[in-house]
Each structure stands twice: as C-alpha cells, then as structure tokens.
C-alpha cells in the first residue's frame, strides 16, 4: 500500500491534469480528418475516439517504463522535480493550443522533465542514450516515415478506384474505412500517450519511497490516467482539430483514410517497442503526406512551418519552464505553493483569452483565408497558373501588364 504525502498528492493530480489537457491537445490526432471529412459529426467523434483511449491505455506498459525507468536516474529526484516538470508540459499544451498548433504533449512532458531533472541534479542525471534512441530519432523519424506511408496509400487509393471515383458505394466504403482507422489512431494514441502520464506518475511515486524502485505502475494509476486523457479527449481540442483537419490541407475520404492508417500503425509499432512518439507528429506528417499524394492537392506551407517551429522549441521551452520551477521549489514549501499559484493563474488566463473567439463543434469546419507567403508570392509572380486552374489555399497581388487593365487581385 502506497504512504501518500502532500506533495506526492500534488504531484499526482498534477500528472492528471496534464494527461487531460494532452486529451484535448491531441484529440486532433486521431479525428481532425474524420471531422474534416463530415465522415463523423464532430462529437460523435469524439466521444468514439474518448472510449478507445481508455481502453488502449490498458494494452500495454512499455512506454511508461521508458519514462518511469529508462529516461532519468530515479536516484536524488524528489517529488517537486516531477511537479516542476509537470508544470513545464502543461502550460506549454495550453498555449500551443491557444494558438491551434499541433505540437506534441509527449515531448512537452519529456522536456520539462529533462530541464527539472538537469535544475536538480545536474546533467549526468539525464540518459543520454534514451533519450537519443527512444525519443529524439522517433520524433524525426515518425513524421517522415508516416508521411511517405501515407503519400504512397493515398496514391495507390486513387489509382485502385479510378473506376469507382464518384460513386456513393465509394465514397460510403472509404468514409467506413476512414472511421474504422479513426478508431485506430485514438486505440493507438490511449496505447502510446496515457502511459506517459502512468509513467511520471510512478516515478513520483519511486521518488516519493511510496513504491519500490523498477515497478511497473500500479493498477489505479493506469486507470486514472486512462479516464483522465478520455475526458479530456471527449471535451475536444476544437482549435487544433481545425488546423489539424482544414488548416494543412483539404482531404477527401481517401485521403483521410490513407492517413489515419498509415499514422495508426506507426504509433502502434512505436508503443510495441517501447518509443515515446509523438502521436502529433506521426499525423501531422501523414495528413501533409495525404496532401502530397492527390492530384492537384495542397498543403498550407506557411502552417506547416508555424507547426514545424512550435516541434523545434517544444523540449527547449517546456525544459526552461521546468528548470526554472524547479529551483523555486528549492527555496521549500512556500516555493511549490508559488509555482502552484503560477500554474493555476496561467491557466486561468490562457482559458479567459480563449473566449474571445470560441472555436468548438459548431464552427470547427470554419477555415480563414490565409494570406500569401513569400515564397509563394514570388513563384506566383514570375510562374503564372495555366488558365482554368484554381487553387483556394493562398492569394497574392500580381500586377498585369501596363498595356491591359490590372485586376485587383488574382488567384494562385
């Protein structure tokens, strides 16, 4: 029987916050395509995808281990480092998607831990090689192994149905099989992220002397970290939902499928070995691989790179969060309850910006113009599009010659 302390108490609810804002964070992942599509309505989806996370939270432990095991010395890091850590992750999911960028909660986590664990006991307390091999080559890998999977499936899905393109007994088998793969990815993502949360959990508790070192995480914590990520799930992280399903690309059923399948069963041979993927990187890199693979398909480059810097500075930020939260809880207790404030103020601030412009079930299909970059603008400019061709992603200014009246816009 585990001997609770207070912090350990915090530590924990903590842990479970989190985990329910990496629900709503990543519910995108699994059923930004489906809603996308209208091969769901928007809370049919995510009610299904809520059910399917707490069941695969039960399917395996190997991630977990990795984190509660294989990515810090459990020896010398006291309970607030988790906090510190925890702290870190979460307000990095809250502003990311304030923003609507789909950047990965699991790396949010592992960064915040890496920068609490280095303000705590140095840099030797770090794994070096797990962190290379199970977390930093998994997250270059995934989206580019799922993207090519998923630009390979989509063509090779309209190459199969060329002769049933259009046809209601088509477009009703690829939304099924777009469904079915939905279902997948929220089986893969409750298999994959949930026991990131059982893990720092039962770190906190190795840490704590509530368990032994080397457990595996007891039984209420995997069920508690399962119903935490499907009730954030269920609540929808509509804002990323839209990015995620309109914001980088349009797609079509056979597209959403290809997309979903390839992504599912990256993360679900990832989980298998024991890798701490990004779930969000895996299908981001599918959807944009979808994108690629149709005839004539787009993807929001200027999007795309938002998402990209947002990858880029997910471990360095949540790892300076963490550091810094850490050695305010050095100075004691009423070090830890300042950071708690923070957190708590934080959070309430984010969630009061959000409700200047509401983006829930009703409007997630909603997508704004946007506007023209750069190097779009330019490739435009000196490469006009061939006549009767019309893109609906990007706009730019191009003057006509002096000889014929300008038009005020045109569209490439």
Do not use: C
């Not at 799922?146 to 477009?171: D, H, N, P, Q, R």
């Not at 839209?242 to 993360?267: C, E, H, N, W, Y």
């Amino acid at each position: 029987m585990e001997s609770f302390s207070l912090i350990l108490a915090i530590v924990v609810i903590t842990a479970l916050a989190f985990d329910f804002t990496n629900g709503f964070h990543d519910t995108a992942n699994a059923m930004a395509t489906t809603i996308s599509t209208g091969a769901l309505r928007p809370k049919v989806a995510v009610a299904m995808s809520a059910v399917l996370n707490l069941v695969g939270a039960f399917l395996s432990v190997e991630v977990a281990n990795t984190i509660s095991k294989g990515l810090v010395d459990e020896t010398g890091i006291r309970p607030e480092v988790i906090f510190a850590a925890l702290v870190g992750a979460i307000l990095w999911n809250l502003l990311t998607w304030l923003v609507g960028l789909p950047s990965s909660s699991s790396h949010a986590l592992m960064g915040g831990l890496i920068g609490a664990t280095i303000a705590s006991a140095g840099v030797g307390a770090v794994h070096g090689d797990v962190l290379v091999t199970k977390v930093l080559i998994p997250a270059i890998a995934a989206p580019l192994v799922a993207g090519i999977a998923a630009m390979l499936a989509t063509k090779l899905m309209y190459s199969l149905g060329k002769k049933a393109e259009g046809s209601k007994a088509s477009e009703k088998g690829y939304r099924a099989g777009q469904i079915a793969s939905a279902g997948l990815v929220s089986l893969a993502h409750g298999t994959n992220d949930a026991q990131k949360t059982m893990g720092i959990i039962t770190l906190a508790l190795v840490t704590g002397g509530a368990i032994a070192p080397g457990s595996n995480p007891p039984t209420w914590v995997i069920l508690s970290a399962g119903v935490a990520i499907a009730l954030g799930t269920y609540l929808g992280g509509w804002r990323i939902i839209r990015t995620m399903g309109k914001g980088l690309t349009d797609l079509q059923p056979q597209q959403g499928f290809a997309a979903q399948t390839s992504a599912a069963t990256v993360i679900l041979a990832s989980s298998h070995l024991g890798f701490s993927l990004s779930t969000t990187h895996s299908v981001s890199g599918s959807v944009m691989g979808a994108g690629l693979g149709r005839k004539g398909g787009v993807v929001r480059w200027s999007t795309a790179t938002r998402m990209f810097v947002a990858w880029g500075l997910t471990l360095p930020a949540a790892a300076l969060v963490g550091a810094i939260a850490e050695y305010v809880t050095g100075f004691g207790s009423w070090g830890t309850a300042l950071v708690a404030v923070f957190l708590i103020a934080s959070s309430a601030a984010i969630w009061l910006r959000s409700r200047r412009e509401v983006v829930d079930h009703t409007n997630v299909n909603d997508t704004a113009e946007e506007p023209a970059g750069v190097v779009t603008t330019a490739i435009a400019a000196v490469t006009p599009p061939p006549a009767g061709t019309a893109t609906d992603e990007l706009t730019a200014t191009i003057p006509a010659p002096a000889s014929e009246p300008a038009p005020s816009q045109a569209t490439v």
